[in-house]
């Protein structure tokens, strides 16, 4: 699998490219500041404010000067309702895994940059700026039935949400592992180093949006918990669980979660 390339610095780029470049310069911005903060012995609720502050405005301002015509939701702004009336709205997540962020050595944390088209992912990204890596919507999908050669399959879920992934590893004689980011979960599907993402309970749109829509671009399965699609920019922008898998889990998994 090749990772999203962040397009060319002359001439216009489309969404795909937008949407890899913006998270990936985010993610520079972010080691950057934290790089700086450290040094600057801030405290990590500063440092945690800095970056969630840094990354929306700079999103913020580049889509205003790239995209001036669409509309955005961030979890970082005032969502005036504006985005409703809009065709083409970017979701986004300027740094999701915050109080990972604050946290000395720690990689779990992510950038989120997403476009909807009435409502459906058109463009994403989704950068792990601690590791050097970017994925996007125009990657290569992955192979199927690949593996990384572990003895069992890997379930991975949030820190606080263990019991469906319990479940769902059962069913499929894997194990479970937990970390922080929405996009760091999802990107380790992708990437291979796990199988399935569970996370059982309701979420913002901003947490779903990117990393979902680079999951279903790279072949994977992407759905609520019951199964169905996700749709985005709705009055209450929030979706009711997460379930990203490999193709050749997926029938066991959501019969797993139907019992």
């Known amino acids: 699998m090749s ?3 962040t397009g060319s610095d002359s001439g216009p780029i489309c969404d795909h490219q937008l949407a890899g470049m913006l998270a990936h310069q985010v ?22 404010e800095m970056g969630d502050r840094a990354a929306h405005d700079y999103l913020v301002d580049c889509l205003a000067r790239m995209r001036p015509d669409d509309a955005v939701l961030s979890e970082e702004g005032d969502d005036d309702g504006r985005r409703l009336l809009a065709e083409r709205v ?14 000395p050595g720690s990689v779990e944390w992510a950038v989120h940059v997403a476009l909807v088209v009435n409502g459906v992912p058109e463009a994403a990204a989704v950068d792990l700026p601690a590791v050097g890596r970017l994925y996007g919507t125009l990657q290569e999908p992955v192979a199927k039935g690949w593996n990384k050669r572990r003895d069992r399959p890997v379930v991975v879920t949030s820190r606080s949400q263990w019991g469906e992934a319990e ?3 059962a ?19 992708v990437e291979g180093t796990a199988d399935v993402y569970v996370h059982p309970s309701g979420l913002y749109e ?3 949006c990117a990393p ?9 399965d992407v759905s609520d918990m ?7 920019n709705k009055v209450r922008p929030v979706v009711p669980g997460l379930l990203i898998s490999r193709p050749e889990f997926t029938s066991r998994v959501r019969a797993s979660l139907a019992r």
Request: charged share 20%; glycine share 12%.
């Open 212 to 220: 979902a829509a680079v999951a279903a671009a790279a072949g994977l």
């Open 226 to 232: 019951n199964g169905s699609d996700l749709s985005y």
């Open 167 to 169: 479940h769902v590893a």
């Open 27 to 48: 993610g520079r911005l972010l080691v950057d500041v934290r790089q700086k903060a450290w040094s600057e012995r801030c405290p990590q609720h500063q440092l945690r």
């Open 206 to 208: 901003w947490d779903v």
């Open 90 to 103: 970017w979701i986004l997540d300027p740094l999701d895994g915050t109080r990972d962020y604050g946290v």
């Open 3 to 5: 990772h999203v390339s």
């Open 171 to 189: 069913a499929i004689g894997g194990v479970v592992h937990s970390c922080g980011s929405a996009g760091v979960k999802a990107m380790a599907v």
